[in-house]
């Protein structure tokens, strides 16, 4: 197997920890070890008792039950932890996949949700987002238009990285319907999960609660904001899926960093005091953002977001890739190029899930006053 580049990773790797703001970020905001036990209301003398052993390759019993109650069907032994989302994808769609196999996948998207299928020799067809007046939108009928005879999986992720389109509820059946009509399989990346902007809307239902035909991700790096701790999961109701991944899981990490998952399961425990505050968060920086990009409506076209931290992002003043590589150098704001995802357009994303928005995004508004923009 010989993988590309990952565009998005080489390019933070080069500029993300150089840049004094961070404007392109996709997680929420992180805490301390400290401040996670804290809010849980327990002493750090528990966790300092974390036995440094192996751990049970599926994922720590109790971090499995907790993950669980995530869903309204899944069972403990349905869960299987792995280290970050970016294991689970890559493990899948090994294990599932074989060359010359069809798969359908969202676009844009994170790469490595269609790159590894790639490189495993399948052929990959985009279900492209179009846009539609102000609003991002996915068409479910497209999509069963792009359905083959040997058609094997559709990769969905809902929310959408990097528009923060969310899928409604009711085409989520729909995709439900026609893919287990077909014995399609369907991979759902739900890493953004629970971090809906509008709250008056009914909360987006989990794949893996609605098809038994499918798996869905999870992660504790986005919503939850502790991508320190390098731990997501899959949940399926699938079991062959499940046995499969996990003998695989023998030659990648064979199991999980025992304090990793002992500080997950207990940010699990308190899981929607951390989402209550990470939303909070999420909401004020884009009604910031919001009067940012009005002041700014002659060079920058957006769609407000549905879920999560994130926005694509149309600037429409010039060439966007000199856009961004203007402000990174001349002000020291990481944006990113919507390049990065192979998507044309002039687009660009924005990250607004951390405390330190609004002083990047008034370190924006003086450069485009300094330039006219």
Known sequence: ?????????????????????????SDCEAMTIGELL??????????????????????????????????????TEEVLVHSGAEEAIFNFMNVFLQKGDHVICQFPVYQSLYEVANAIGCEVTRWELRRGGKEWRFDVDELKDLVRPETKLVVINNPNNPTGYLVPNRDLMKIASFTEERGIFVFSDEVYRGLELDQSVEKQKSFADISDNSLALGVMSKSYGLAGLRIGWVVSHNKSVLESMTRFKHYT???????SEYLAWKALCVGDKILKRNRAIVVQNWDRAALFFEKHSSVFRVSRPKAGPIAFVQFVGGDVEDFCSVVLESAG?????????????????MGFGRKSFAEGLERLDEFLELFGK
């Open 253 to 259: 990490t064979i199991c999980n960093s025992a304090p």
């Open 1 to 25: 197997m010989k993988l590309n580049d990952f565009k998005l990773e080489v390019y933070f790797e080069k500029h993300e920890f150089g840049a004094p703001h961070l404007l392109a970020q």
């Open 38 to 75: 804290k809010m849980d209301g327990e002493s750090p003398s528990k966790f300092m008792d974390t036995w440094l052993g192996y751990t049970e390759v599926p994922g720590n019993r109790d971090l499995r039950v907790q993950i669980s109650r995530l869903y309204s069907s899944v069972k």
């Open 333 to 349: 704001i990481l944006l990113l190029p919507g390049s990065m995802y192979d998507f044309e357009g002039g687009f660009f994303r």
